[in-house]
T-cell receptor, first 116, second 115 residues
């Protein structure tokens, strides 16, 4: 158990709909990362937050957005869903900051999204 | 972020040591070598990391060459449960003005442990 909690574990929704994926980082971790893994793709970095602020953006579509709340949990919002958005979405967390120690990134078990 | 090169796939006999190589010839002085693995659609699992010294933990050993241009992950006694995709990633692990500490995954090495 990495300590990173993601909900829901599985989600099936229709095209055009909107879903929200939730992530609770490990206790004390300030950085949250989101990744997407499609069947034919590797792990793609989407976005990173540190202590509530966006820190880095990767291959995240404009239909997708995320935020990190004051209690440090994060949500990834996916809207106008298309069939190609079906994927595993992983959240990860680390202490973050400028210290070398404790900056290992730990991943949750993912949220399986199926768009039909 | 520096890129890494890993073999696409490898086989290993159960009970034997699995040695997974990684080339990172353009690694910078402040970049660490990290290893993760992903067991069939589970979340990537952290294995080990190092800067320039060899490292060992309960899961594996990491051997980094003196010039830091390559490394080897060693699973000393591979079991069937070690069958997974192994990722070698170089990363500056802390937040700074020009880096965020994020992980960028390549294609990794698919390790098949056989009975």
């Amino acid at each position: 158990d990495s300590g990173v909690t993601q909900t829901p574990k599985h989600l099936i929704t229709a095209t055009g709909q909107r879903v929200t994926l939730r992530c609770s980082p490990r206790s004390g971790d300030l950085s949250v990362y989101w990744y997407q893994q499609s069947l034919d793709q590797g792990l793609q970095f989407l976005i990173q937050y540190y202590n509530g602020e966006e820190r880095a953006k990767g291959n995240i579509l404009e239909r997708f957005s995320a935020q990190q709340f004051p209690d440090l949990h994060s949500e990834l919002n996916l809207s106008s869903l298309e069939l190609g958005d079906s994927a595993l979405y992983f959240c990860a967390s680390s202490v973050g900051g400028r210290s070398l120690s404790g900056n290992t990134i730990y991943f949750g078990e993912g949220s399986w999204l199926t768009v039909v | 972020d520096a890129k890494t090169t890993q073999p696409t796939s490898m086989d290993c006999a159960e009970g034997r040591a699995a040695n997974l190589p990684c080339n990172h010839s353009t690694i910078s002085g402040n970049e660490y070598v990290y290893w993760y693995r992903q067991i069939h659609s589970q979340g990537p699992q952290y294995i080990i990391h190092g800067l320039k010294n060899n490292e060992t933990n309960e899961m594996a050993s990491l051997i980094i060459t003196e010039d830091r241009k390559s490394s080897t992950l060693i699973l000393p006694h591979a079991t069937l449960r070690d069958t997974a995709v192994y990722y070698c990633i170089v990363r500056v692990p802390y937040l700074g003005s020009s880096n965020t500490g994020k992980l960028i995954f390549g294609q990794g090495t698919t390790l098949q442990v056989k009975p």
